[in-house]
C-alpha cells in the first residue's frame, strides 16, 4: 500500500468495492457490476491505467467516521455519485467546508486537499466514487501525465 492509504484511519465501518484499484481494472468485481463499469469507462475524464485512477463503491456504515487524510497528487478530482444518502448527520468535509452528499448527485473535489467524513445516522451511506483527470490539465498535459504515471504490468 501507498504511504496516502495506509494513514487514512476509520472508526466505525468503512467498506470499499473497488472496481479500479490503483488504476488496475478488479476483473471479478467490474463482472458483478458491468453497466456501472461501462458508465465508467465512457468517461473520457476517468484516469484508467494511471496508479492515481480509482474507481470503488464506498459504504460508511452507521456511526462511523474516516479521519481526515489527503490523496498524493492534485492531478485528480474525485467525484462522489450519491447511491444511498442517509437524512441526518451524514458529510463530507474539505479544507473546513462541510457538505452533504443527495442521492444521484455528484459531489466533486480536489482530494489532495485534507478530507474527512462521517456518518452519524442509523443508516449505511454509499457512494460511487470515481478518479477524473483534473480539469484544469490540457490534453498534452494529460497525455504526459499518462505515460509518466501509467500502471506497470
Known sequence: KQWYQRRV????KW???FLYNQGKKVEKNCQAMPLTTALIEGLDTFMSGVIFGNAFVSILNKDSHI???CG?????????LGLQVPEGDCSITVSGVSERWANRECLMFDDSFLHSAVNKTESQRI???VDL?????TLTEI???SELFAVKQ
Open 9 to 12: 484511519r476509520a472508526t466505525g
Open 15 to 17: 467498506q470499499k468495492l
Open 67 to 69: 479521519s481526515a487524510h
Open 72 to 80: 498524493p497528487t492534485n492531478l485528480r478530482v474525485r467525484c462522489h
Open 127 to 129: 457512494v460511487l466514487i
Open 133 to 137: 483527470w483534473h480539469p484544469n490539465l
Open 143 to 145: 497525455k504526459i501525465f
